[in-house]
């Protein structure tokens, strides 16, 4: 299966603004739907942002208008652009598979803390 690590996380002020990045282990990946996930202190982890082969994306209400997905499948690389960044923003962010059933290994994240 296609594996991912995940950089580009770090402590940002509310407003501010972060982009990670997504490395993916396969050629493959292409030809997969992939997706940003997030998982707050004490909460479940949540699909935040999803791009299909064809990069039709797909957003949570909650950072709508403030987060850009993207890819580049020569680089076997997935981005997630963040802006105006809120405190309830804050958390573990992971990529991987679109379809979650698919899923059979999540990486370490990497961590986002914005500030009030």
């Known amino acids: 299966q296609v594996q991912f690590v995940e950089s580009g996380g770090g402590w940002v002020q509310s407003g501010g603004s972060l982009r990670l990045s997504c490395a993916a282990s396969?050629?493959?990946?292409?030809?997969?739907?992939v997706a940003w996930y997030r998982q707050a202190p004490g909460k479940q982890r949540e699909k935040v942002a999803t791009?299909?082969?064809?990069?039709?994306?797909n957003y949570v209400d909650s950072v709508k208008g403030r987060f850009t997905i993207s890819r580049d499948n020569a680089k076997n690389t997935m981005y997630l652009q963040m802006n105006s960044l809120k405190p309830e923003d804050t958390a573990v962010y992971f990529c991987?598979?679109?379809?979650?059933?698919?899923?059979?290994?999540w990486g370490k994240g990497t961590l986002v803390t914005v500030s009030a």
């Open positions: 991987n598979l679109a379809i979650v059933s698919a899923i059979q290994y």
């Open positions: 396969e050629t493959i990946f292409k030809l997969y739907a």
């Open positions: 791009i299909t082969s064809i990069e039709t994306t």
